[in-house]
């Protein structure tokens, strides 16, 4: 019987709020983030990732946060009084090495075994038997992340193209394998803007994933030193907000992929919604947060907190929703649509 792991990574936000850390912060995260601890680094290779096989980052970074490891003990103990804390669920990353699967399904018995807190798991593909174990041991969502927005991109950054072990075909596979286990609306996927895509190609993924049955979490690409887009910038925050608004959109209901219309660098042009209509729709402010699994707010996971901000790790106040709303519309009124 193989062991529980002796340590777990912890974001440096869930790591103060379960107390293993003294930090002020000023949003919590109201999802207590775990990752799996190897000493080596992760056998695939994103261009994008810290914890990539050749890259030269810390591997205490996935993204721009800090991940130190603690001994899984402590953690375990902290997160009996994980609701008390403010915490509405637990997601653990998966980085892949040999034998991950078998630290996930022991740390996840281990999880189960302190808190009822729901539980996402963020995996690289795995097969249909391993993802009914993963709903035996309790893990409610699962996510596969598919990070790019169109096959060529995903070969550029994740696939054969950075010598990784990935395939488009093999997520899409794993991602409906994954639906065929948990059921519509409890698999997720990321999608990272900035890597080349259109905003197009970004809203055509969203719209295809969410017929299928799958959430999509956005992300903004944050280079990091030592990764191989430590040189490529970050995507415009007009552009990020559009695809934003429209993924809000499409996942409420509330306009389709083929509702909208692109300028010819395909830009987002027109909702297809009436200007009234859609400034009443943003008035919540919601479609400015982040997205992803419920109760996910992964606080400046992309962004320093002095901004600015991608995703908000809170609810708006009324007169940054002003300006966000205010901000969308002047963007889509130079596009003609308005």
């Known amino acids: ?13 869930t790591a103060a709020i379960l107390g293993l850390e003294e930090r002020w912060l000023s949003a919590e995260p109201s999802t207590a983030y775990l990752m799996t601890y190897t000493e080596g680094r992760c056998t695939a290779n994103c261009a994008f990732c810290p914890q990539a096989r050749e890259s030269t980052a810390s591997q205490d970074l996935l993204s721009r946060v800090l991940w130190p490891p603690f001994k899984t003990g402590e953690v375990l103990k902290a997160l009996r009084g994980g609701r008390s804390r403010g915490l509405k669920r637990i997601c653990l990353q998966v980085i892949n090495y040999p034998g991950f699967l078998d630290d996930v399904m022991e740390l996840l018995k281990a999880i189960r075994g302190v808190t009822d807190l729901p539980i996402s798991l963020d ?6 038997k391993a993802l009914g174990e993963l709903l035996e041991l309790g893990v409610e969502r699962v996510c596969i992340p598919i990070d790019a927005a169109t096959p060529r991109i995903f ?24 639906l065929k286990v948990f059921g519509r609306g409890r698999v997720t996927t990321h999608l990272i803007i900035g890597l080349g895509e259109t905003e197009r190609e970004a809203v055509r993924l969203i719209q295809d994933m969410w017929n299928r049955g799958i959430l999509t979490g956005l992300f903004a690409l944050t280079p990091i030193p030592g990764t191989r887009l430590e040189d490529h910038p970050p995507p415009p925050l007009d552009a990020y907000r559009r695809i934003q608004v429209a993924r809000y959109l499409i996942v409420h209901g509330l306009t389709r992929y083929g509702d909208m219309a692109f300028d010819w660098e395909g830009r987002i042009i027109d909702f297809g919604l009436e200007p009234k209509r859609l400034v009443e729709l943003l008035s919540s402010g919601e479609a400015f947060q982040t997205s992803g699994c419920p109760g996910c707010n992964r606080p400046y996971y992309n962004e320093r907190p002095s901004g600015p901000l991608y995703n908000y790790p809170r609810p708006l106040r009324g007169d940054e929703i002003d300006k966000e709303v205010e901000a969308l519309l002047r963007m889509i009124w130079r596009g003609g649509a308005y």
């Open 1 to 13: 019987m193989r062991d529980v792991p002796e340590l777990v990574r912890v974001s440096i936000g």
């Open 123 to 128: 995996t690289p593909p795995i097969g249909l």
């Open 155 to 178: 070969e550029a950054v994740k696939g054969r193209g950075v010598g990784g072990p990935y395939t488009w075909t093999g997520h899409l596979k794993a991602l409906e394998d994954a």
